[in-house]
């Protein structure tokens, strides 16, 4: 799977990574939001033109599935620019809120229920 660039030749996915295909980080789920952190860049990360699409994309916090929906990149390669970015100070990430693992009560549901059949 590749994707063309501006001038409409094909850039591989493995291209993109510098031929990893493992991220160097395990913070990153499909609905993690990320959002750019207004830094510059610290020299760490060889910037790449993807680099700045992520960041320009991460104005507003933005899940990982739907920046790479909106990149039209894999899921994978986004999370292995994104662990660039994370280690250079360029992005915060945002993990999921845990989910209440409670059973609500049967009242509670009773009562929900009543107000359902009222509609």
Known sequence: MGRGDAEGRLVRPFALTGGRTRPSRA??????????????PDGTVRPQPEHGRILRRCAEPVA????????????????????????AG?????????????????ELLQKVRKCLDRL
């Open 27 to 40: 913070e990153f789920t499909l609905i993690t939001t990320v959002t750019a952190v207004d830094r510059q």
């Open 64 to 87: 990982v599935v739907e920046l790479a929906a909106r990149l039209d990149l894999p899921v994978s390669v986004v999370v292995i620019l994104l662990c660039d970015l994370l280690e």
């Open 90 to 106: 360029r992005i915060l990430v945002h993990p999921p809120y845990p989910v209440a693992r409670t059973i609500p009560s049967l």
